[in-house]
């Protein structure tokens, strides 16, 4: 049994507007037993001495904060896509080139690598949107799963939870062309026989759980939405899906189901509390709610979406319906969770011109619990007794934070003001540096082998 006592300067805890100063933590292996606020005279500085033995957290210490959307493989394309104008689906070609050049050990090396990104900026969990499942040509390895498998190991090296949804895709538009090229690597036939390779993969470690995924309304068709969502029931598991990231796929539904891609999922039961409808950038009134009655989550993702113009969601009108919103890097064009949540408060103020929507708070939950839960993990995402003992203390002191009001650290601090990461009770982080993981050299590796040269 290992039990650590820790003593934060400053703490987020639950409910709370704002942090509170001088928290007592105590943990037992993995979880939080005790959650104690100081009195003033109780405190370090005024002479008591029965904190000796507490591990000092100086700056901010929030809860783990999970990254609700990741497409690993992603993130090789950081900073490579931005030669013409292009749009999301001229970034789509450069990341099926990519997508073409990974087998089970390049995407092991490149995704421990990004994970351990994740980790360095407080990420403690996350959700992998996992698509890439076959060899080239849509050829099955000798595993069916290696590929989700190479996941779960990454994770393990990398020190983090991961919820591995495994994607059901199995056509190239709404109505119906086959998939082609690389894109056959991605495809199981149809959704049984997804179903049936999802069923036979049990990750080994209490570090990961399967969910499910429909990649969109682009690659299941609509008579097969069911089956997938019937196996997220059966599994009592998360259900993720794109949902509205282009205008040209809400046209496209339209034009070929007549409705909506929201109603359309409505229809066919894939919509109810355990899915999660990743982006929702453009849905009509109608389509929120929907959203709202069937009591799905959304994640939004803003600097994917703003990186590849996608637009800006109705975000502050779908958390006032009772959305829960969380949030997601994506594609990876950045991995810090705290410009992903200041971005769902400035993009609001850039969409309406109006300043004030979201605060600090709802952020926070934003980034840690709700996220959690749209990952099956209920039990993680608060500074509470009983959750899991995941700590991120985020320095008041960097060029970013110094003179800062600790609640402001949502639209001042950046991944790199993250000094320490405890994950399940065990330190992975400290003084911003992963203590396994050398993360710049095994990022610059495993992307340069998966690039064109």
Do not use: K
Request: hydrophobic letters at 45%; one cysteine or more.
């Amino acid at each position: 049994m290992t039990s650590t006592r820790w003593l934060a300067e400053y703490a987020w805890l639950p409910e709370q507007a704002e942090p509170t100063a001088d928290v007592l933590i105590e943990t037992v292996n993995d979880r939080i037993t005790g959650v104690t606020p100081l009195t003033p005279a109780g405190r370090p500085d005024a002479g008591v001495d029965v904190l000796v033995d507490a591990v000092r957290l100086p700056g901010l210490t929030l809860p783990g904060l999970a990254n609700a959307h990741s497409h690993a493989f992603h993130r090789a394309l950081r900073g490579r896509t931005h030669a013409g104008r292009g749009d999301f689906w001229s970034w789509r070609d450069q990341m099926y080139a990519v997508a073409a050049r990974l087998d089970p050990d390049s995407y092991l090396a490149l995704a421990r690598a990004v994970y351990a990104e994740m980790a360095l900026a407080g990420i403690t969990c996350v959700g992998e949107f996992h698509y890439l499942h076959h060899g080239p040509g849509g050829t099955r390895y000798a595993d069916p799963n290696a590929m989700g498998a190479a996941l779960v190991e990454a994770a393990a090296h990398a020190g983090i939870r991961l919820t591995l949804l495994d994607a059901c895709y199995l056509t190239a538009s709404v109505d119906g062309q086959p998939l082609t090229g690389p894109q056959l690597r991605f495809g199981d036939g149809d959704a049984l026989r997804w179903a049936e390779r999802v069923e036979e993969f049990s990750p080994e470690g209490g570090h990961a759980r399967v969910g499910a995924a429909i990649h969109s309304v682009r690659a299941v068709p609509a008579d097969q939405l069911a089956t997938v969502a019937a196996w997220a029931d059966h599994r009592d598991a998360p259900l993720h899906v794109h949902l509205s990231e282009q205008p040209a796929e809400n046209d496209a539904c339209r034009a070929v189901h007549g409705r909506t891609p929201t109603r359309l999922l409505a229809e066919h039961g894939v919509l109810r509390r355990s899915t999660t409808a990743v982006h929702a950038t453009h849905p009509t009134s109608a389509d929120v709610g929907l959203l709202s009655e069937s009591r799905s989550g959304v994640c939004l993702c803003p600097t994917t979406e703003r990186d590849l113009a996608d637009g800006i969601g109705p975000a502050r009108r779908m958390a006032d319906a009772g959305i829960p919103l969380s949030l997601g890097s994506d594609s990876h064009a950045v991995i810090d969770p705290f410009e992903e949540a200041r971005a769902v408060e400035l993009d609001e103020r850039l969409r309406t011109r109006r300043r004030g929507h979201f605060a600090p708070a709802e952020l926070l939950t934003a980034a840690s619990q709700a996220g959690h839960a749209a990952l099956g993990w209920t039990d993680a995402g608060r500074i509470a007794v009983g959750d899991r003992a995941d700590l991120v203390t985020v320095r008041l002191d960097s060029v970013r934070t110094a003179g800062v009001r600790a609640a402001g650290v949502w639209f001042a601090a950046s991944a790199a003001d993250v000094a320490q990461v405890v994950v399940d009770g065990r330190v992975l982080v400290r003084d911003g540096r992963h203590l396994t993981v050398d993360v710049p050299q095994e990022l610059s590796a495993a992307i340069a082998e998966v690039t064109p040269r």
